[in-house]
């Protein structure tokens, strides 16, 4: 079945450092989203990307959707405490136009 | 509403109970998923309806798992003869036609 990764899994920054979490699909996707959850708290809807090599802007975060559809960044400029959370990716195949499967996450520390 | 809720927020249930766990989606939300998250993982999929119409149920862990939504509104997951791998966050989630999800806080269900 489809698998979806990510790396790396924990990432410590300082506040004001950069910060860069990449996804991985075994599959082909037909549109890839991004959701954050706060310790303790439920995934939060981020943002959808759907069309092969977009890039999409959220204030300091910008989302990356790979030219083969196959893989995705989320990068984030200048970390903020309020940004301390763990980032998913989640992936929708051409076989599905429902199912989101998502990956381990990456969990996002940031040292004030 | 203005969110999806779940009920109750946290279970504790002695190995062999039978459990059931609430979501009232966001109104008019066709679709409805029911998600599994272990402590430090990523979302599973378990189960997905549109409308009343259970189209997936792929991600059922065994025939213990049973879920309903009779009326295309709210919904059911229950767990009989909870075993202790049965403890997780029990996570609903609801969206309109291509766009996100939105998810409950969920139900910490622990089993003892």
């Known amino acids: 079945g489809q698998q979806v990764m990510q790396i790396p899994q924990y990432q410590h920054v300082q506040e004001g450092e950069d910060f860069t979490t990449y996804c991985n699909s075994s599959t082909t996707l037909s549109n890839i989203q991004w959701y954050k959850q706060r310790p303790g708290g439920h995934p939060v809807f981020l943002i959808q990307l759907v069309k092969s090599g977009e890039v999409k802007k959220q204030k300091r975060l910008t989302f990356q959707f790979g030219e083969a559809k196959k893989n995705s960044s989320l990068h984030i400029t200048a970390t903020q405490t309020t940004d301390v959370g763990t980032y998913f990716c989640a992936g929708r195949s051409g076989g599905s136009n429902y199912k989101l499967t998502f990956g381990k996450g990456t969990l996002l520390t940031v040292n004030p | 509403g203005a969110g999806v809720s779940q009920s109750p927020r946290y279970k504790v249930a002695k190995r062999g109970q039978d459990v059931a766990l609430r979501c009232d989606p966001i109104s008019g939300h066709v679709s409805l998923f029911w998600y599994q998250q272990a402590l430090g993982q990523g979302p599973e999929f378990l189960t997905y309806?549109?409308?009343?119409?259970?189209?997936?149920k792929s991600g059922l862990p065994s025939d213990r798992f049973f879920a309903e939504r009779p009326e295309g509104s709210v919904s059911t997951l229950k767990i009989q003869r909870t075993q202790q791998e049965d403890s997780a966050v029990y996570l609903c989630?609801?969206?309109?036609?291509?766009?996100?999800?939105?998810f409950g806080s969920g139900t910490r269900l622990t089993v003892v």
């Open positions: 309806f549109q409308n009343e119409a259970q189209l997936d």
């Open positions: 989630a609801s969206s309109s036609t291509g766009s996100g999800y939105t």
